[in-house]
């Protein structure tokens, strides 16, 4: 008889971020109809405090617009396009895509509720309105749907806040692969552990503990089974469409919408 094969559930990164801009609303949506698990996305705060998706602080990369969020209130980036030219070129040069809110991401999860989300607070805005601030925001946000959601960041220190403020699941993505930081997420114990796989070493154990790890970025099916088949139980990746065309890595359980 043959031994099944394990397979890891794939985490859409920024949505299906290698087809549409990323964390906007087209990406997210595409990443869940074609079947992701979970999906992830990244949370700064614009000047007025509103929480915006958005990787990087300026916008530059996927708007065009010099311009730095934390000057800018929301009423003025919720009219700048976020086509992510520089990548994709005119591919969406007819189409509305902006910069969501938080809040809009949030309707849109609300008709997935069988999806997982990693939300991620990113540092730049951890270390510009502070820990609790930021926290504090996130998770009022994301209230309605906060049993989908596991709160991530590199900051271990704004997870240990978002505990305290009654996060369900937090997630701590590692920076380096040492003993000090073994030791530190042994301290956490988060419920996911997230690092690039290339930071660790082929041929040590992914860690033991309570928490379940997710390796990135990847976008290869073989690469994903042999990372599984090492202890990640979830996989990271920018393609999650492509991903999913390999019959391997589908599963027969239902991640559509109500």
């Keep these: 008889m043959s031994q099944s094969i394990k397979v890891p559930q794939l985490v859409a990164h920024r949505g299906l971020a290698a087809c549409y801009p990323e964390n906007t609303l087209i990406a997210l949506e595409a990443a869940l109809r074609c079947g992701a698990p979970f999906i992830e996305f990244d949370v700064q705060l614009c000047a007025d405090e509103t929480p915006v998706l958005?990787?990087?602080?300026?916008?530059?990369?996927?708007?065009?617009?010099?311009?730095?969020?934390?000057?800018?209130?929301?009423a003025a980036i919720e009219k700048i396009q976020a086509r992510e030219h520089a990548r994709f070129g005119a591919r969406f040069a007819e189409d509305d895509i902006r910069i969501p809110t938080l809040a809009q991401a949030v309707e849109l999860i609300k008709g997935w509720p069988k999806a997982g989300v990693m939300v991620e607070i990113k540092t730049e805005s951890l270390d510009r309105f502070g820990r609790d601030v930021v926290v504090h925001r996130v998770l009022k946000t994301i209230d309605e749907v906060s049993k989908q959601c596991i709160i991530i960041s590199y900051d271990a220190a704004a997870l240990a806040s978002a505990r305290t403020f009654g996060a369900g699941a937090i997630g701590w993505v590692l920076t380096q692969w040492s003993e000090a930081a073994r030791r530190e997420a042994a301290a956490l114990a988060p419920d996911v552990l997230i690092c690039n796989y290339k930071k660790i070493p082929e041929t040590v154990a992914l860690w033991s503990g309570p928490w379940r790890w997710c390796l990135y970025e990847v976008v290869d099916p073989n690469l994903a089974l042999a990372l599984c088949a090492r202890g990640a139980a979830l996989i990271e990746t920018m393609d999650v469409e492509g991903m999913l065309k390999d019959p391997r890595l589908r599963k027969e359980e239902s991640h559509g919408q109500s």
């Design 54 to 74: 958005c990787h990087d602080a300026r916008l530059e990369r996927t708007t065009g617009e010099k311009l730095n969020l934390f000057d800018v209130p929301y």
